[in-house]
Each structure stands twice: as C-alpha cells, then as structure tokens.
C-alpha cells in the first residue's frame, strides 16, 4: 500500500541554520503531496502542498518540490528561527481511492536553539 | 483556528467505558476524517464520511464506531476501551472528497 517515510529526528538547529527534513513516498497513481506542522499542545496545520510532479509549494519561507523521478518531497528553509521549533509530518493523499485520506509519515521533531 | 471544533479537550476515562467525541467541520465542509495519534502507531486514519455517507475506512477498531449528521457534525464513538486506546484523536474537514484537509485541535483520551 501507499506509504510516507521521513527522516528520523530530533532535528537540532541553531537559528539561521539551513533545514532540509527528507520525505519519500511509495504511492500507486498519482497522490498530492503535503507537509503539516504541529506546533506544542497544538492540532495540524497545513503548511504547504504539491499536486502534479515538479510543483513546488511554498509558505512562511518554507518550500518543498514534488519530485516523481525520485518519489521524494522534502522540505527545506533557508533560515530557521526559534519559532518554527515543532514536529513536520509529510504526507500523501489518497490518489487512487479518490477520498482524500491523508498517509503521514512518522513526523520529524525540529528543534531551533537562540 | 482551523475552524474545525473538537470536543471536549480532554478526555479521562477506565478501562471498559465508552465514550464519544465530536467534531464541527468548517462550515461549508461534507466531508469528515477522524485519524488517530498515538506514540508507538504515529498519525493513523481512521474513517471518512462525506454529506452523511461512509466513504472510507483506515485501522478502525470493531469497538469503534462514527457517524456524520445531517448538520453535518460528526461523533466517533470508543467503547470497552482499553489502556491501549490513550492517544489523540484530530478530526479534519474538508469541502469535498479529495481537497485540502483543515484539523481540529484532537481530543486527548486518556484510558486509566
């Protein structure tokens, strides 16, 4: 079946750093692609998305490429801060079945250090 | 806010009761998506309604049911719950079957 595997974390970066949090998919069709944030004590927020191969989605300096030759969709940032501090879930939706379930990956934690 | 309502917050309950959670969609939204977030199973889904009808169905338990409303609210009902059932329950909505997906704050059971 359809399945989302993201890097292990925790992540720890000082802010300013670079981020880059990987995600592969195994998917029959073709899905969307997401990537949600969940901020401390807090429900999911989506933060970007991708529908068709080579679509980049963007938001909050946050950017992801949905790459087909590679089944991959990471997520990158150019300059982390304190406040993007949170656990980042990649996931795919349900292409084939046509009911938009969402598959997620295990979630990346992120934590930015001042 | 998401727009999507879960209640209650928190839920603290033993083992073998049943207990109800429920969710107000976005207004505007059919469809309905209950996912289950535990430690150990990470963000798993559950079951989708879309305008009152079943449409698709994850790692349901038997013990656990739900159904969509004519106002289009929505309950997920645990029964004979078990120490294993503790987690965080988000419900999301969306306008149709398969469009972007806003979640709730989740409801989270605690099963002593």
């Known amino acids: 079946g359809d399945s989302v595997t993201q890097m292990e974390g925790p992540v720890t970066l000082s802010e300013e750093a670079f981020l880059t949090i990987n995600c592969t998919y195994t998917?029959?069709?073709?899905?969307?692609l997401f990537w949600y944030v969940q901020y401390p004590g807090e429900g999911l927020q989506l933060l970007l998305k991708a529908t068709k191969a080579d679509d980049k989605g963007s938001n909050k300096g946050f950017e992801a490429t949905y790459r087909k030759e590679t089944t991959s969709f990471h997520l990158e940032k150019g300059s982390v801060q304190v406040s993007d501090s949170a656990v980042y879930f990649c996931?795919?939706?349900?292409?084939?079945?046509?009911?938009?379930?969402?598959?997620f990956g295990q979630g990346t934690t992120l934590q930015v250090k001042p | 806010d998401s727009g999507v309502t879960q209640t209650p917050k928190h839920l603290i309950t033993a083992t073998g009761q049943r207990v109800t959670l429920r969710c107000s969609p976005r207004?505007?939204?059919?469809?309905v998506y209950w996912y289950q977030q535990s430690l150990d199973q990470g963000l798993q889904f559950l079951i989708q309604y879309y305008n009152g009808e079943e449409r698709a169905k994850g790692n349901i338990l038997e013990r656990f049911s739900a159904q969509q409303f004519p106002d289009l609210h929505s309950e997920l009902n645990l029964s004979s719950l078990e120490l294993g059932d503790s987690a965080l329950y988000f419900c999301a909505s969306s306008r149709w079957m398969n469009t972007e997906a806003f979640f709730g704050q989740g409801t989270r059971l605690t099963v002593v």
């Open positions: 996931a795919l939706s349900d292409a084939s079945g046509n009911t938009g379930k969402l598959i």
């Open positions: 207004s505007g939204d059919l469809s």
């Open positions: 998917a029959t069709g073709y899905p969307s």
